[in-house]
């Protein structure tokens, strides 16, 4: 590493390192690198992190004879900063845009030839689809002399085979969602005129876009603690952004009535929400969107009233009175860089969840490094003996002692016994006729590494995905469960020995008697199902008539027939049986919950709880939030919302 001796080595170092990131550079004071003073260490920067990307400041760094290279990550997209960019500078009608794919590559030339002449902007998008054609694509630009105020803007996501010598031609920049609550919000209001805040003077209006500022940054931020926060990554942008806008700008227009109803309405359904397909992440933005957008806040920042936690904003953050955009902007820089939990109203100990999930992706992602790219395309006894071998040893270990490889279990009558009878037993064959079908896959792959057998498709394909640590699609098709097949294995042979002893008990009618853990099942919903189907008969009523309750006081007096489920997991808050309570920063990710009874009652009976003293939260079959088994009732206290935002859910114990 060079040494830095002077000022102006210090300012080239910074600006070899900020170019190697991939940020631009500018060479004036957009990064503030300036000589620092005697005796200090720090060239001028107020923080380390970069500001927010402008593409209107970065302009002005560009050139015509080097393309712009956007290196997008998923929910980025730059089109409408474009056109915005555009319209100021060159006009709307001199920037076109060519979205790449199949078919477009003539368009694109041919667009690209008409923009050098005539000295237009052109934005060719999503490059990484088109990989084979970018080499014809870097001889146009190499052989173009283009007219003064041509630019060419390109898009791409990061891809292993894009061309090492375009990308070091173009001036490369990454363009994605700021870090954090504070930059989402700067690069917000960066892109907001004055002229936008402020116009026709309505204070109500300013407010709502500040107000819309904040809650596109909490979605967009709450992507950092899946699956609690969202339960996957959503890709809200800045085209949601620009929606929100007009829609709150719209409703102002002509001094017409302003009615919240519309803006949740058309946010929950067209813009934030229709990116959404998860019904509890669902309610999560309802939730946003009430506390967001109601006339109870702005009243409050009329009255120099402070909105309570409970509110869309931190305690110590006031809406200005102002339709100046400065006033909002110094709201903004007054927050601070890290963003606290209570920013999304998620718990406290949010972190720990965090961490646990960032160390398990680490994992999986050292794991992925560490497979052999030549082990799975050839067979290698060797490799494939070494490699192999836990998962075989494993296989071993697991069914020691036990019989489920030589059980001999017929497929149950249909239409005999009770509903519950007849589940569990079904349950019982498949679960058997799994494990004996793993094992005579693992099997044949153990004779093929011994020499005793000639390798098959069948077995190469099993080979292949173990050797990636990746669960066979065989086995998923017969039970999905857990993506790492040593985790997966565990799994069958728990399931299968555990369900031996809930066939029993049900023989005997005693199993709707006992304390039932749902993770000893492989198909819990259809357990409960079952049992719904059992109510019915016993109350010679249809299934559709039936509603689903649960008490955690004890057993349901308005239930003929009931189970007493244990083993529940909570995260996102605490439960003692009595009252859900806030999680704090030192309390468990994960906390264990009393049994609780479920049954299935008539809709127009009472349940144990009221709607207003419960919430109802799902049960998911594992921490992944992937299977909602059910949903359950749990008594609480407060506004509903304080759940909804904390991402409370419950999960089956984990094995």
């Known amino acids: ?175 994605e969602a700021p870090p954090g609550l504070k930059k989402n919000l700067t690069r917000t209001y960066e892109s907001w ?59 102002f227009e002509g001094g017409k009535v302003f009615q919240w109803e519309f803006v949740h309405g058309l946010l929950e359904n067209a813009i934030y929400g229709g990116r959404i397909d998860n019904v509890c992440d669902l309610r999560i933005l309802r939730s946003y969107l009430q506390q967001f957008f109601n006339a109870q806040l702005l009243a409050q920042s009329h009255t120099h009233s402070r909105v309570k936690k409970t509110h869309a904003f931190p305690a110590q953050i006031r809406l200005p009175n102002s339709c100046s955009i400065a006033d909002y902007r110094a709201v903004v820089d007054a927050l601070p860089e890290d963003d606290k939990p209570s920013f999304f109203g998620l718990p406290a100990n949010i972190e720990r969840s965090s961490q646990r999930i960032v160390s398990s992706q680490v994992i999986s992602q050292l794991r992925i490094l560490s497979r052999s790219v030549a082990a799975g395309s050839k067979f290698d006894r060797e490799i494939w003996s070494n490699a192999l071998s836990p998962v075989l040893n494993l296989w071993k270990r697991l069914n020691q002692g036990s019989s489920l490889i030589h059980q001999k279990v017929a497929l149950p009558s249909e239409g005999v016994g009770s509903p519950v009878l007849s589940f569990v037993q079904l349950e019982q064959f498949n679960g058997i006729r799994l494990v004996q079908s793993i094992h005579q896959s693992l099997a044949s792959l153990s004779k093929v590494i011994r020499g005793t057998s000639l390798m098959t498709a069948d077995v190469h394909k099993l080979a292949t995905a173990l050797l990636n640590q990746e669960c066979p699609l065989s086995w998923q098709n017969k039970w999905e469960g857990p993506e790492d097949p040593m985790q997966y294995l565990r799994a069958v042979v728990f399931r299968a020995l555990a369900i031996q002893g809930w066939v029993e008990r049900a023989e005997r009618a005693g199993l709707l008697s006992e304390t039932l853990d749902l993770s000893e099942l492989f198909h819990p919903d259809t357990f409960l199902n079952a049992l719904r189907q059992e109510t019915a008969r016993l109350m010679s009523c249809s299934m559709d008539s039936l509603k689903f309750v649960t008490s955690w006081r004890g057993k349901i007096t308005e239930a003929q027939l009931q189970v007493k489920i244990g083993g529940l997991q909570l995260e996102g808050c605490s439960f003692d049986g009595n009252r859900l309570s806030e999680s704090h920063h030192d309390s468990p990710s994960v906390s264990a919950v009393p049994a609780c009874h479920m049954a299935w009652i008539p809709q127009s009976t009472a349940g144990s709880y009221s709607p207003d003293e419960c919430i109802s939260l799902p049960v998911y079959s594992s921490a992944e939030r992937v299977c909602v088994v059910t949903n359950v009732q749990l008594p609480c206290a407060g506004d509903h919302d304080t759940w909804i935002q904390s991402g409370a859910a419950l999960f089956l114990k984990q094995q």
């Open 1 to 175: 590493m060079k040494a830095i001796s002077s000022p102006d080595d210090h300012r080239l170092a910074c600006v070899d390192i900020i170019r190697t990131v991939g940020f631009p550079v500018n060479n004036t004071d957009s990064f503030l690198l300036k000589a620092p003073a005697e005796g200090s260490t720090c060239p001028g920067m107020r923080e380390l992190s970069p500001p927010p990307l402008n593409l209107k400041r970065l302009y002005g760094e560009t050139l015509e004879t080097e393309p712009l290279l956007l290196i997008i990550s998923a929910g980025a997209d730059p089109s409408q900063e474009l056109q915005d960019l555009a319209s100021q500078t060159v006009g709307r009608e001199n920037y076109h845009e060519v979205a790449m794919g199949q078919g477009q590559a003539d368009v694109a030339l041919q667009a690209l030839r008409e923009c050098v002449r005539s000295g237009e902007w052109l934005c060719l998008k999503n490059l990484h689809l088109v990989t084979p054609w970018l080499p014809l694509l870097e001889k146009e630009i190499n052989s173009m002399k283009p007219k003064a105020g041509f630019r060419l803007w390109l898009t791409a996501e990061v891809h292993a085979k894009f061309p090492p010598i375009l990308l070091q031609s173009s001036l490369k920049i990454t363009y």
């Open 193 to 251: 005129s004055t002229e936008q805040i402020s116009k026709g003077g309505h204070l109500t209006r300013a407010q709502s876009l500040f107000c819309l500022a904040w809650f596109h940054a909490v979605c967009q931020e709450r992507r950092n603690y899946i699956p609690q926060g969202w339960t996957k990554f959503y890709e809200f942008s800045l085209s949601d952004l620009r929606a929100g806008f007009e829609i709150i700008d719209r409703l």
